[in-house]
T-cell receptor, first 116, second 113 residues
Framework: NAGVMQNPRHLVRRRGQEARLRCSPM?????VYWYRQLPEEGLKFMVY????????ESGMPKERFSAEFPKEGPSILRIQQVVRGDSAAYFC??????????????FGDGTRLSIL | DQQVKQNSPSLSVQEGRISILNCDYT??????FLWYKKYPAEGPTFLIS?????DKNEDGRFTVFLNKSAKHLSLHIVPSQPGDSAVYFC????????????FGQGTELSVKP
């Protein structure tokens, strides 16, 4: 999974705290996707961003979750007032998307979020 | 609403034999299909993909077959090696829907020496 960098790899928070997950896409990629994997489940889409724009947030919970991909710096997934159910592995993927064709998404190694 | 399904949670194969992993989908808008391999505590690694305009794509030991009329795809690994042991995820996307990936639940492949 060289190229897409996620940090931290592990994050422990107490209920009610905030969690910030960071993702730097592969060099040359301007499209970022966030996915969540709950225990014993497959990956579920959360949000798709390009630089300074949220393109599709149909998979994001309506409250407490937000994402950004600023002009400079990594993409951030922010979870406010965390609850136990937020415990999961959060994966970021990037692609070099051409509007006329599909390109594979490449994933980072994820951030494992644990809520105490 | 599970749009992509992998009905076999696990598969065990002898080294050197063929591994066949299956995947079914329901959304006819999907136009791009991918297989990922995942080890514990790592992210998914892209293996191979296929566009809906094709019915086969081959890359070394890996071949993906797509049967659009049956809404079914499969991944063949020949010959299987112990290092292939991992969880394999099938994923699908629609360019018209932004390219977000919809994943199956995964199949855990075990290749025994």
């Amino acid at each position: 999974n060289a190229g897409v960098m996620q940090n931290p790899r592990h994050l422990v928070r107490r209920r009610g705290q905030e969690a910030r997950l960071r993702c730097s896409p592969m060099k040359g990629h301007s499209h970022v996707y966030w996915y969540r994997q709950l225990p014993e489940e497959g990956l579920k889409f959360m949000v798709y961003l390009q630089k300074e724009n949220i393109i599709d947030e149909s998979g994001m919970p309506k409250e407490r979750f937000s994402a950004e991909f600023p002009k400079e710096g990594p993409s951030i997934l922010r979870i406010q007032q965390v609850v136990r159910g937020d415990s999961a592995a959060y994966f970021c993927a990037s692609s070099h998307r051409d509007r006329g064709s599909n390109q594979p998404q490449h994933f980072g190694d994820g951030t494992r979020l644990s809520i105490l | 609403d599970q749009q992509v399904k992998q009905n076999s949670p696990s598969l065990s194969v002898q080294e050197g034999r063929i591994s066949i992993l299956n995947c079914d989908y329901t959304n006819s808008m999907f136009d791009y299909f991918l297989w990922y391999k995942k080890y514990p505590a790592e992210g998914p690694t892209f293996l191979i993909s296929i566009s809906s305009i094709k019915d086969k794509n081959e890359d070394g030991r890996f071949t993906v077959f797509l049967n659009k009329s049956a809404k079914h795809l499969s991944l063949h690994i020949v010959p299987s090696q112990p290092g292939d042991s991992a969880v394999y995820f099938c994923a699908a996307s629609a360019l018209s829907q932004g390219g977000k990936l919809i994943f199956g639940q995964g199949t855990e492949l075990s290749v025994k020496p």
